[in-house]
């Protein structure tokens, strides 16, 4: 049992990693916030005085900002239920005996160790181009016309880039909860009759879902901050501007780091009132 000195001990010992991750967290966010009251233009005049509210008002009230929250949730949420629907699928898949089975899972998790920038660019120009890519080639040869994959379906386009590259952690996280399912449940239920979709119902599924609740949380955190993608890709144009490519729009481009700062709180805002929904909602399974 520990005594109240080796307890006080610890919290010595550990104060100054505390300390210093919470000066990490809190000295970017404080200056977030002061810069977010002010007319602060470093090209322009540099710091130009107080400002109160108006860089929130205007950042919220301006015609990019509701489009914006509403791509980056269409991105978030498109990514998630590929990658838990197909994450399931193939762990499923993957703990099945295989002839060489350690290289496929070796290949199907190996995507998720490219650097975003470099995924966007393959599935860009290998991919997606519109006259050399893979897709318009096959397109060709069926007689169909290519598709404008980056203008006409922008959004769709980055979710399945992102999907993509997000898809291996989902499947490794799924397929580890697969493994540690107890056989005799379900070899007991199949001797019982039972339908191979009725096992996964009632046998599977719930037994994976505090796995899927790991990988929504995981994700959603990443998600919500997505660039990378977008900036190699559309460059936020064709509605693909999502709120971190806006407050870098404001920020690098537009030169004005208090409306910048203001929509880096409101980006807080939004990673909260996701972040409670789902441990409301979805994170009761891990209590359970």
């Known amino acids: 049992m520990a005594t109240q ?6 919290r010595f010992m550990m104060a100054p ?14 200056m977030t916030l002061y810069f977010s009251f002010k007319r602060y233009l470093p090209l322009r005049g540099g710091d130009l005085g107080w400002t109160g509210f108006d860089n929130y008002v205007r950042f919220v009230t301006s015609s990019a900002f509701w489009p914006s929250v ?47 920038t470099v995924s966007a660019l393959v599935w860009k120009n290998m991919f997606m181009d519109p006259v050399n890519g893979l897709f318009a ?8 016309q290519p598709i404008e994959w980056l203008s006409d379906i922008s959004l769709f386009s980055i979710v399945l880039i992102v999907s993509w590259q997000w898809l291996p952690f989902a499947t490794l996280i799924l397929l580890t909860a697969i493994q540690s399912l107890d056989s005799e449940q379900l070899e007991a239920a199949e001797m ?20 899927i609740t790991i990988v929504i949380l995981i994700e959603t955190i990443f998600l ?50 996701v972040a409670i929904f789902l441990m409301r909602i979805v994170g009761k399974n891990l209590d359970a």
């Open 5 to 10: 000195h080796s307890r006080s001990a610890a």
């Open 17 to 30: 990693a505390v300390i210093l991750l919470l000066g990490w967290m809190l000295v970017p966010l404080i």
């Open 70 to 116: 509403q791509a980056t949730l269409i991105i978030v949420g498109g990514t998630l239920l590929i990658t838990v629907i197909f994450g399931v699928l193939l762990g499923i898949l993957l703990n099945q005996p295989m002839w060489g089975q350690g290289v496929v899972r070796i290949l199907v998790i190996a995507p998720f160790f490219v650097m975003p």
């Open 137 to 144: 080639h096959l397109w060709k040869a069926v007689g169909a």
């Open 192 to 211: 019982d009759g039972a339908p191979v979709l009725k096992r996964f119902a009632y046998i599977t599924l719930p037994h994976l879902s505090r796995a």
């Open 224 to 273: 919500l901050s997505i660039f990378a993608e977008i900036f190699v890709t559309t460059g936020g144009a064709f509605g693909s501007r999502t709120l971190t490519y806006l407050i870098f729009q404001r920020v690098l481009e537009s030169q004005n780091v208090g409306l910048g700062s203001a929509g880096g709180v409101y980006a807080i805002i939004l990673a909260n009132i």
